[in-house]
């Protein structure tokens, strides 16, 4: 299972970055991404890093804000989060993923807890 860690309040603005990792296997060979869901909103893949040729694709609402990455050991997935804003205010998740059609997608439905990202003034 992965599980998130990072999140916290920030003001609009703001930065944070969220930590992915797993117990017992290395991320290195799998395609690792994140997805939010918002209160009374469907959960939404907003980031994926591939697990072969570290290929990234984002959902157009976090684009150009959102970096997700590997760190050295190739034991954590990271997502840097710039310019928050209240709307990405959600519980964010790791899980595996792929990309389809432009969109990330979950290729295994295990969401572990999540961490709560709250933007607000």
């Known amino acids: 299972q992965l599980q998130a860690s990072g999140g916290g309040l920030v003001q609009p603005g703001g930065s944070l970055r969220l930590s992915c990792s797993a117990s017992?296997?290395?991320?290195?060979?799998?395609?690792i991404g994140w997805f939010r869901q918002a209160p009374g909103k469907e959960r939404e893949g907003i980031a994926c890093i591939s697990g072969h040729d570290e290929t990234t694709d984002y959902s157009r609402s976090v684009k150009g804000r959102f970096a997700i990455s590997r760190g050295a050991t190739k034991t954590t997935v990271y997502l840097q989060m710039n310019s928050l804003k209240p709307e990405d205010t959600a519980v964010y998740y790791c899980t595996f993923c792929t990309e389809v059609d432009g969109k990330v997608i979950a290729t295994y439905d295990n969401w572990g807890q999540g961490t709560q990202v709250t933007v607000s003034s």
């Open positions: 017992g296997f290395a991320l290195a060979d799998y395609g």
